[in-house]
């Protein structure tokens, strides 16, 4: 099975698919073998039934430990049962790759076919408040060059809506500090198509000063380590959590959350969704709606203004009271 794989992986490569979903694949494929030689199953193309597969599934469910084995999680955050999203994300690495092995002609049917994705709970998505923002921007200690590297990688993530590795693959030559424009090259983007995203002056200004802090370094890079290396973006993840700690926020705060936070506040402003979708670097608005939900602050706002109550109880028409009477 392991030569199918190859064939499989090779060919994505040829099309062109990135490092990351690369290594998905890789990753999808070595779980399920995994599965298959914890239960005495031999790693054939033949063994991969659909029976195996719902196997597999119900065992990734229930039996699997989340984080098992890995060096810096907690006892506590390995609990028992992956979610549903990320046994889908698995799920649908085998289903494309058998499918793309039976329509090639490699195999003669794919046990994938009827194997169904779960059903993944709707979670509202939580966003910062404007106070928690301001809170963990002033949190890094901008004296030091870590402390102040990390303040304006924050301001970039608020101000492009970018992911966090589309921000730590910026180099000087991506910033066009004329026009006031990022730009993202498709290699680096998850959905393979550049953007040039706007900012704002003040983060302009920040990233000419980090640059300017960068120089003995010659790094062609923005983000970058204390010794000159770019910042490897699981390292940032764990700074900004660290900043979130000392700031006091009881969210919890990842680099994506900046994104959230920002297409949320984006349309709470008056921005519409063609614009958002352009600078969030999709093509089809009804992506756009995966990353924005409306906010408590905002549903409250619109329900105050234009609740029905108002009308049955005629308070739109009676004069509000200011002063006291006695």
Not at 203 to 222: P, V
Not at 227 to 236: F, K, M, N, S, V
């Amino acid at each position: 099975m392991d030569e199918l794989f190859e064939i499989f992986y090779n060919a994505k490569t040829a099309e062109g698919r990135s490092p990351r979903t690369l290594e998905a694949y890789t990753e999808g494929y070595r779980h399920l073998c995994e599965y298959m030689e914890m239960i005495g199953v031999e790693r054939t193309q033949t063994a991969v039934t659909p029976d195996l597969l719902r196997s597999y599934i119900s065992w990734m469910l229930h039996g699997k430990r989340k984080w098992e084995g890995h060096a810096h999680k907690s006892e506590d955050s390995m609990t028992l049962g992956l979610s549903p999203v990320t046994i889908n994300t698995k799920i649908k690495v085998i289903k494309g790759m058998f499918r793309y092995l039976n329509e090639e002609g490699h195999i003669n049917h794919d046990p994938t076919a009827r194997i169904k994705k779960l059903n993944e709970p709707v979670k509202k998505l939580k966003i910062m408040s404007v106070e928690e923002m301001r809170r963990l921007l002033n949190q890094p200690n901008r004296k030091t060059y870590a402390g102040f590297r990390d303040h304006v990688a924050m301001c970039v993530l608020i101000d492009s809506f970018a992911r966090i590795s589309e921000v730590l693959s910026l180099k000087i030559t991506d910033i066009d500090f004329k026009l006031g424009m990022l730009f993202f090259d498709e290699k680096i983007v998850k959905t393979r198509r550049g953007r040039s995203v706007p900012v704002t002056k003040r983060t302009l200004r920040l990233l000419k000063e980090l640059i300017r802090e960068n120089e003995e370094f010659e790094s062609e890079y923005i983000f970058l380590t204390n010794y000159g290396e770019p910042i490897r973006d699981d390292r940032l993840r764990d700074r900004i959590k660290q900043h979130a700690k000392n700031a006091g926020l009881k969210i919890r705060v990842h680099p994506h959350l900046f994104r959230h936070t920002s297409a949320t506040m984006f349309l709470e402003n008056g921005g519409d969704l063609r614009h958002l979708a352009g600078i969030m670097g999709h093509s089809d608005l009804r992506m756009v709606m995966r990353y924005t939900h409306i906010s408590d602050k905002a549903l409250k706002a619109q329900h105050e203004q234009y609740t029905p109550m108002h009308d049955v109880l005629g308070k739109r028409s009676l004069e509000r009271k200011i002063k006291r009477t006695y």
